[in-house]
């Protein structure tokens, strides 16, 4: 790692736990200054203090050392130990947490307080068999600000018969309209259509509906193979995101298969201009849907400001409120093949700003060692966790050159990552797109040389004078 790259990299983590500083080569290592008075040099570890391979020393207002010398075995390590002596301990993020993806570990167990369905009732509605049961229930989530057609959406899925398994979480009953297609109701929160759909409203607790949702299907009592879930007009959906990812009974029955973003084409710039939330509703997305482009043509502003808050997410127009709904929640089963696609077929690798909220996309032609990407994961979670509000893209790994692995992750929590069977296009190399606030624009970049470097440099073998593993140049 070069003097230069290493300076970045630092003055880059500096600007992202929001410490006041510089750095300035010196003889003896890399000064890191900050404007309240703290001092701490930084060396590269010599053969002789190996597996160290960072030394860190708290400088006192004398020039001579504050405490012993600190170690680090890689980047990651030294990033954390800088960042507690400087006192930016809760700057950044929060620890990572990698959450599975999906599949009950027990036997599910049934509710003695419900009967079971009659004969007669399971021939007239298909209950689920063992191996849907065993399987994760994909998740959908839709949202979009107020006014952009969240409940029209939502009432063509429930009026068309592909959904005919398909549970849907709304707010309030009342915004749907669903009085001509109720078929029976078995509680007052919950509602049976004649499609076959259900439509539950959250009561209070999102967690709680899908956990009682999933207990009534294996009670036999409902029967669904996939859920939607609507949110309201000024959600903010990143939490949603994080509750479907971090509790762990909800992470092992059910995945997260994707966003919908609903965007209004005649209020739409206006309101990305001027609400946080319908940013972050944008900023989330797996795909979007513009919609009222009967009334007008969406503007160039406007596909430019939702092409700067997510380059990676394809876009879908709207007339009369009608729109494709197995490309918008993808039926077929090739989800993961068309979502790698889709991870690749971005523009260009420039920052793009719109408000706060700005995307980072990060190319590598090299292989990256399986190590180098679970360091990078946590870097990510400790240091900028709070501030990305979406990572998704394709990795070439060393060790499994011919199988991408598509990451993705909401804040600190990232999904384990899905090995495909095969790239989707020619091209194969990692391309990552962040989408996140006030992120220095080189720092993933940066982060990413630097701990490659340093698992490449661990995994050499020990002979003298053998040459490191070249890396390729990051566009």
Known sequence: MTETALRGLITDSLLLWG??????WTNDGLLV??????RVLVRRGSEV???????MQVVAENGGAACPDRSAGSIVGLLGALRKVLGAVRAGGRSLRVVPSGGPTAPLQHRGAQAPRSEAEKSDDPACSPEELAEATPVSVVTGFLGSGKTTLIQKVLQDPRF??????????????LDHDVLASSSDALIRLSTGCLCCAVRSDLIETLLDLHRRRADGEVDFERIIIETSGLADPVPILQSLLTDKAVATLFNLDGVLTLVDALHGSATIATHVEARRQVAVADRILVTKTDVTAPSAALL??????????????AVHGAATLDWLFELDASRNARRAAETLIVGDSAPRHTGAHESIVLTSASPIPALALTLLLQALADHAGDRLLR??????VAEMPDRPALVHGVQHVFAAPEWLEAWPSPEQHTRIVFIGTSIPRRWPVRLLEAITEDVLDAQRPALTGTPRRAIAPLP
């Open 391 to 396: 990572v998704k893209g394709l990795v070439l």
């Open 304 to 317: 430019d400001d939702l092409r700067a808050l997510n380059p990676n997410a394809p876009h879908a127009f």
């Open 33 to 38: 200054s900050t404007v309240l008075g703290r």
């Open 164 to 177: 005919a398994r398909t549970a849907v979480i709304v707010n309030e009953f009342g915004e749907i309209g």
């Open 19 to 24: 410490v006041w500083g510089r750095c300035v």
């Open 49 to 55: 203090e190996r597996p160290a391979r960072w030394i």
